[in-house]
């Protein structure tokens, strides 16, 4: 019985960080688009993303997949993260977008 392979959830700057180390002499087709996707949409460097995702599942009790989501949208507005969140199984207060926003754009 073969192993299945670690799936792992990847913001958008974390997937260009490990596709950025691949020799592009040798990269196929999907990996070129993957990484010219991936530099185009990416809001924030992998580091910064990493930080902007544990940030928001510890302060905000977001889940691992709802942190990537918004890390990857980056909503500048509560109105826009309303848009995301109301597809969600769990209603979130404004007190609590108000928190992802801050940890999302802490200088605005």
């Known amino acids: ?64 997949e709802e942190a990537v989501e918004l890390v990857n949208v980056s909503p500048k507005s509560v109105e826009e993260l309303r848009t995301f969140t109301s597809g969600w199984r769990k209603l979130l207060s404004t007190e609590t977008l108000e928190k992802i926003l801050k940890i999302l754009h802490p200088k605005s």
Request: glycine content about 2%; cysteine-free; charged content about 40%.
């Open 1 to 64: 019985m073969s192993e299945k392979p670690e799936k792992k959830l990847l913001s958008i700057p974390e997937a260009n960080q490990i596709l950025e180390k691949i020799d592009l002499e040798k990269a196929d087709q999907i990996q070129k688009r993957t990484l010219d996707y991936t530099m185009k949409f990416s809001k924030v460097q992998a580091d910064a993303a990493k930080k902007l995702r544990k940030e928001l599942e510890t302060e905000a009790g977001l889940s691992e």
